[in-house]
């Protein structure tokens, strides 16, 4: 038997079908700490292309408009008090967090490991009493104890070091433990970062060195991580299981080796005094991250670095 159905009946029947479409549909929300530093500023932009809503936790007002300007949500707060970084993580109600903030203004280990203790437990205690099951810090991967070949992520931490080392070492060991306390973690170990904005680009800390008469360094094995590849990682990393996974390129290189081309790149030639390697400076393999599935855009810091940028 035939049954008419009249235009208005469709009509309804098709914005009931197209409402519960939504209803299932929900976009994640993700709230980025250091979201107008040198990672941050790339991620928050790459997380809006891939369809995320995301809010970024800044400590100005300048922080905010360039945030919002840029289509990000965002906060004020210190990550080093807690009542700021809960009341925002209690506001947005993120369903993932990534800790994307350093304190390198003046290369001062202390306040930066400050902030890797203190601002990462804020995070955490935030992020536990809202109920946020996913949570990604950055951490680096050059912290690891001697040894004469690659670490891996079995490898310990260097916590017999001491100085401005052990000051850096304890920061990395108390984020990550923090970190690993919510359910969903993923702590990503990131070798030297190069690129636009780093102290290997252009004006940077190592680039004006080699401008200069003499460059000291030692031998020992580097590994480096391209910034545009720390931020695309970071965002591959959202799908990985819970753990801690060095991300460094494919090619650790000599100290000697790579001061050597790069001084070619730069077309200067500065004394270069090289010293032995500590048995820390041993370079860290990627075969776990790689494993994984992990992607890179410049498997080597060969093709990252020329043209310097």
């Known amino acids: 038997m035939f049954t008419f159905i009249t235009f208005d009946i469709y009509l309804k029947r098709k914005i009931i079908i197209e409402s519960k479409k939504l209803e299932d549909f929900t976009i994640t929300k993700v709230f980025v700490t250091g979201a107008t530093g040198l990672i941050g500023t790339k991620l928050t932009q790459r997380l809006l292309q891939e369809g995320y809503e995301v809010a970024g936790f800044t400590t100005s007002q300048q922080g905010k408009a360039k945030l919002v300007d840029a289509g990000v949500e965002a906060y004020i707060g210190d990550i080093l008090k807690y009542d700021t970084v809960e009341a925002a993580i209690s506001d947005y109600k993120p369903d993932i967090i990534m800790n994307e903030i350093t304190d390198l203004k003046n290369v001062d280990m202390s306040a930066n490991t400050r902030v890797r203790i203190e601002g990462t437990k804020n995070l955490v205690e935030a992020a536990l009493k809202n109920n946020v099951k996913q949570m990604q810090s950055q951490s ?35 984020l990550e433990t923090e970190t690993a306390r919510i359910e969903n973690s993923v702590v990503l170990r990131y070798g030297l970062l190069y690129g636009p904005g780093t102290w290997y680009g252009k004006d940077g800390m190592i680039y004006n060195s080699f401008k200069e ?5 030692t031998d020992g094995v580097q590994s480096f991580i391209h910034i545009d590849d720390a931020v695309e990682v970071a965002i591959q990393a959202l799908n990985f299981e819970s753990g801690i996974y060095n991300v460094a390129d494919d090619e650790p290189v000599k100290g000697d080796v790579w001061a050597a081309w790069y001084a070619d790149l730069l077309n200067v030639n500065p004394q270069l005094n090289i010293q032995p390697a500590e048995a820390h400076e ?18 080597s810091w060969k093709q990252g670095m020329d043209p310097i940028k």
């Not at 070949?149 to 916590?159: F, N, Q």
């Not at 990627?286 to 855009?297: E, P, Q, T, V």
């Open 213 to 217: 008469d003499t460059v000291t360094m």
């Open 282 to 299: 041993r370079g860290a393999s990627n075969a776990k991250f790689r494993d994984h599935g992990g992607k890179l855009i410049y498997p």
């Open 140 to 174: 680096i991967a050059f912290t690891y104890e001697g040894g004469d070949t690659l670490a891996t992520e079995e490898t310990p931490l260097d916590t017999q070091s001491t100085g401005d080392r052990k000051i850096t070492v304890d920061g990395v060991e108390v």
